[in-house]
C-alpha cells in the first residue's frame, strides 16, 4: 500500500519561506513522477510543480516559477517543495502525488495515481 506523510504547512508572513516534505512508503519515488498539488478554497486543484519518471524533466506553474523549488531524496524516499518569497495567493492545502506513468503538464488531477493527505499553506500579515 503507497501511504505519504505530509509536513511542513503553517502559517508564514508573505516574502516568507516554506518547506514542504512528502515521505514515502510502499513506492519508490525514484521510480515514479512525482507532483505537488495546491488547492484552494472555492478553486479546483492546480498542479504547482512535477518530476517526470519518464525523462527527469521538471515543470512549474507559470505563477510559482523562479520562487518554488521541487526535489527529491532517494534514500529518504522523500521529496520536497521549497517555497520562497510566499505571497497571499499561494494560500491553499498542498498535496503531494505520484504517477506510474507521466502524466502531461496540464493533464487533470485525478489522473494522478496517488495523493498525500494535504497540508495547509496560509500567507497572510
Known amino acids: 500500500q503507497v501511504r505519504f506523510v505530509e509536513s511542513g504547512g503553517g502559517l508564514v508572513q508573505p516574502g516568507g519561506s516554506l518547506r514542504l516534505s512528502c515521505a514515502a512508503s510502499?513506492?519508490?519515488?525514484?521510480?515514479?513522477?512525482i507532483g505537488w498539488f495546491r488547492q484552494a478554497p472555492g478553486k479546483e486543484r492546480e498542479e504547482v510543480s512535477t518530476i517526470s519518471n519518464r525523462d527527469g524533466k521538471i515543470s512549474y506553474a507559470r505563477s510559482v516559477e523562479g520562487r518554488f523549488t521541487i526535489s527529491r531524496d532517494n534514500a529518504e524516499n522523500t521529496m520536497y517543495l521549497q517555497m520562497n518569497s510566499l505571497k497571499p495567493e499561494d494560500t491553499g492545502v498542498y498535496y503531494c502525488?505520484?504517477?506510474?506513468?507521466?502524466?502531461?503538464?496540464?493533464?487533470?488531477?485525478?489522473?494522478?495515481?496517488?495523493w498525500g493527505q494535504g497540508t495547509q499553506v496560509t500567507v497572510s500579515s
Open positions: 510502499g513506492v519508490t519515488l525514484e521510480h515514479v513522477t
Open positions: 502525488a505520484i504517477d506510474y506513468d507521466s502524466p502531461a503538464w496540464g493533464s487533470s488531477w485525478w489522473v494522478w495515481d496517488w
